[in-house]
C-alpha cells in the first residue's frame, strides 16, 4: 500500500475536483480487504463527484487490470477498462456485455452500480465477484444498485458463445443522444415507470447551466461540465435539480452519480 495524489480535475470523467490524497491498494494488499472497510474505492473516477475534503479514498493498482478466462467463465481484473472487456468479448465471440462499447469505466465500477443501457446489465451476465478477497455470488444487483460492501478485485463472467450485433447496434444508436462534454453520465436514476431525463426536461433543465456546471442541452439527465466549476458548484446543480423536480411533480430524484463528500 502507497499514497498517491490524484488530481480529480484530470482523472475523473466529469473533470471536477482538486488534488486529494489517495491510497493505492497492491496485490500482496488482498489478504487484508476486509479490514479496510473505511477505504472507498474511486475506480476510473467515471460517474464520480469527489470534494477536496473527501477521506479514505482507495485505487487499485495496475495488478488489478488483467483478462482470465477458463471453460465456464471470463476472469476480470477490477480495474480493467470498459473498451478492453468489450473488445474481449468481441473477439471471442461471447455474449451479454455489448453495451460496454457505449459505456466508459472500469470493472469494479461498473459490478458496484450494476451498470447498463436500457434492459441490458451486468447482473445478466456476472456469475461471482471476489470482494474482500472472498468470492461471492451474493451481489444484491438490482437497477443501478448493488448489496456490495467492500472492495471489489475481480469479476466473473458468464462464459456464452454468440456476439450480439444487434445489441451493439442498438446501444450505438443510444449513444449519439449522449453529450460529449466531460460528464458524469447519467445524474439521477429513473424513477420507478418514468425517466429521469424526462422530468427534468418539463422542470426547464435541459440545457441549464450556472458557473460552467449544468444538464446537458442532449439529454437532459446528463451533467455536464464546461469548465472552470467547483465541487460546490456540481453538488448545487444536483440539488436544485432535485428540488425543481420535486416542487413541480413530488418526485425525489435520486442521484445515480456518487458523491464523495
Known amino acids: 500500500m502507497r499514497e498517491y495524489h490524484i488530481d480529480f480535475a484530470k482523472y475523473s470523467s466529469l473533470k471536477i475536483g482538486e488534488v486529494t490524497p489517495v491510497m493505492v491498494l497492491e496485490k500482496s494488499d488482498e489478504e487484508h480487504f476486509g479490514t479496510m472497510q473505511e477505504y472507498r ?9 469527489v470534494s477536496p475534503n473527501a477521506l479514505n479514498l482507495a485505487v487499485l493498482s495496475k495488478e488489478f487490470d488483467y483478462i482470465l478466462e477458463s471453460e465456464e467463465w471470463v476472469e ?49 451476465v456476472v456469475l461471482s465477484a471476489c470482494i474482500n478477497g472472498v468470492w461471492r455470488q451474493d451481489l444484491g444487483l438490482a437497477y443501478r444498485r448493488s ?10 463472467f458468464k462464459k456464452k458463445l454468440g456476439f450480439r450485433e444487434e445489441v451493439l447496434q442498438a446501444c450505438k444508436m443510444m449513444r449519439k443522444t449522449h453529450p460529449k462534454l466531460p460528464s ?17 426536461e ?3 433543465l435541459k ?14 439527465n446528463f451533467l455536464v461540465h464546461k469548465g472552470g466549476a467547483s465541487f460546490e458548484d456540481a ?6 435539480a ?9 418526485v425525489l430524484l435520486e442521484p445515480e452519480v456518487r458523491i464523495l463528500d
Open 147 to 156: 448489496a456490495i460492501c467492500g472492495l471489489i478485485s475481480a469479476v466473473r
Open 76 to 124: 476480470v481484473g477490477a480495474m480493467t477498462p470498459s473498451g478492453k472487456i468489450f473488445a474481449f468479448f468481441r473477439k471471442h465471440n461471447l455474449c451479454g456485455l455489448e453495451f460496454l462499447q457505449a459505456l466508459p469505466g472500469s470493472a469494479g465500477g461498473l459490478l458496484m452500480m450494476n451498470a447498463g443501457m436500457k434492459q441490458y446489465e451486468m447482473k445478466d
Open 184 to 200: 458524469c453520465g447519467s445524474c439521477f436514476k429513473n424513477p420507478s415507470g418514468d425517466y429521469a431525463g424526462r422530468l427534468l
Open 235 to 240: 453538488l448545487w446543480a444536483i440539488e436544485y
Open 202 to 204: 418539463l422542470a426547464g
Open 242 to 250: 432535485q428540488k425543481k423536480v420535486q416542487d413541480r411533480f413530488g
Open 207 to 220: 440545457g441549464f447551466m450556472k458557473n460552467g456546471v449544468g444538464f446537458s442541452e442532449q439529454h437532459a
Open 41 to 49: 474505492y474511486i475506480g476510473h473516477a467515471y460517474n464520480l463527484l
